[in-house]
């Protein structure tokens, strides 16, 4: 009898290089993040903290792989 391994669906983190819409300034923000993280040049929010995926408001460029 053979047991099949089940691939469990894990949420993928990723670091996301996010510019602010408001001044263009770059930051990297982890995509789970549990904090919320505002842009270090205008202040403006960047990425708000959730349960599990951070909604980014910023604009997304590209997501930096691990
Ligand atoms: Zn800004």
Same mark, same amino acid.
């Given at each position: %009898?053979?047991?099949?391994?089940? %691939?469990?669906?894990?949420?993928? +983190?990723?670091? *996301? +290089?996010?510019?602010?819409?408001?001044?263009?300034?770059?930051?990297?923000?982890?995509?789970?993040? =549990? =904090?919320?993280?505002?842009?270090?040049?205008?202040?403006?929010?960047?990425?708000?903290?959730?349960? +599990?995926?951070?909604?980014?408001?910023?604009?997304? *460029?590209?997501?930096?792989?691990?």
């Amino acid at each position: %009898m053979k047991r099949e391994s089940i %691939m469990i669906p894990k949420p993928r +983190s990723a670091f *996301l +290089s996010v510019q602010c819409e408001k001044c263009g300034e770059k930051a990297v923000v982890f995509s789970h993040t =549990t =904090t919320n993280i505002n842009c270090k040049s205008c202040g403006e929010l960047l990425a708000e903290k959730s349960g +599990s995926l951070a909604s980014i408001t910023g604009k997304v *460029l590209s997501a930096l792989d691990q």
